[in-house]
């Protein structure tokens, strides 16, 4: 029912690797929104990016960049030269309707010095 | 800005037992949502306030959970009794925005409180 798929449960790199992290979702949607969050050890979901359905554009934010494909229902995540600080789990969400948050079961990236 | 307060950090009882966890979001905003987030998993909405009506409780076991929001700022989870099974992180968070109003602001996340049930 409209679900979000994250099929890597850990990742782990050495530090200043690329990686990327792929997130595929189902939607009967014309309009929707997709987010990245970030869940460091402390425990709190940080707000990465929103990306709304009619913006296919890629977004770059210092190193972190998203590719946002329509065609393939897939909105995945690139780390480029990383650091241990990237070390958390990420995770892909998109909200079915209104106003409730549907989260993938996370993506566990390990940076290793 | 503050962010949202959550507490206790840990709490840890036997199974059977009460519990209650407290969540004050930001200042201003109208939606609350309480979440449950087992090891390994990504958070599943429990409740959704409005201010201080319930939207959407379709997924709480209301058999053993309650939630309140009284005056439409702070908010309380209660599970009684608790099960083995509701060890987890329970996460609150708000937003700016109100009902079926979109996401242009996001949800801003507390640190959540773990808890074990032994």
């Known amino acids: 029912a409209q679900k979000v798929t994250q099929a890597q449960t850990e990742i782990s790199v050495v530090e200043k690797e690329d990686v990327t992290l792929d997130c595929v979702y189902e939607?009967?949607?014309?309009?929707?929104?997709l987010f990245w969050y970030k869940q460091p050890p402390s425990g709190e979901l940080v707000f990465l990016i929103r990306?709304?359905?009619?913006?296919?554009q890629n977004e770059i934010s210092g190193r972190y960049s998203w590719n946002f494909q329509k065609s393939t229902s897939s909105f995945n995540f690139t780390i480029t030269a990383s650091q241990v600080v990237d070390s958390a789990v990420y995770f892909c969400?998109?909200?079915?309707?209104?106003?409730?948050?549907?989260f993938g079961a996370g993506t566990r990236l390990t940076v290793k010095p | 800005e503050a962010g949202v307060a959550q507490s206790p950090r840990y709490k840890i009882i036997e199974k059977r037992q009460s519990v209650a966890f407290w969540c004050n979001p930001i200042?201003?905003?109208?939606?609350l949502y309480w979440y449950q987030q087992i090891l390994g998993q990504g958070p599943k909405l429990l409740i959704q306030?409005?201010?201080?009506?319930?939207?959407?409780d379709s997924q709480l076991p209301k058999d053993r959970f309650s939630a309140e929001r009284l005056k439409g700022v702070d908010s309380t989870l209660k599970i009684q009794p608790a099960k083995l099974e509701d060890s987890a992180v329970y996460l609150c968070?708000?937003?700016?925005?109100?009902?079926?109003?979109?996401?242009?602001?996001?949800?801003?996340f507390g640190s959540g409180t773990r808890l074990t049930v032994v």
């Open positions: 968070a708000s937003s700016l925005e109100e009902y079926g109003q979109g996401f242009h602001y996001g949800y801003t």
């Open positions: 939607t009967r949607d014309t309009t929707y929104y």
């Open positions: 990306r709304n359905s009619f913006d296919e």
């Open positions: 969400a998109r909200p079915p309707h209104n106003n409730d948050m549907r």
């Open positions: 200042s201003g905003h109208a939606t």
């Open positions: 306030f409005q201010n201080n009506g319930v939207v959407d």
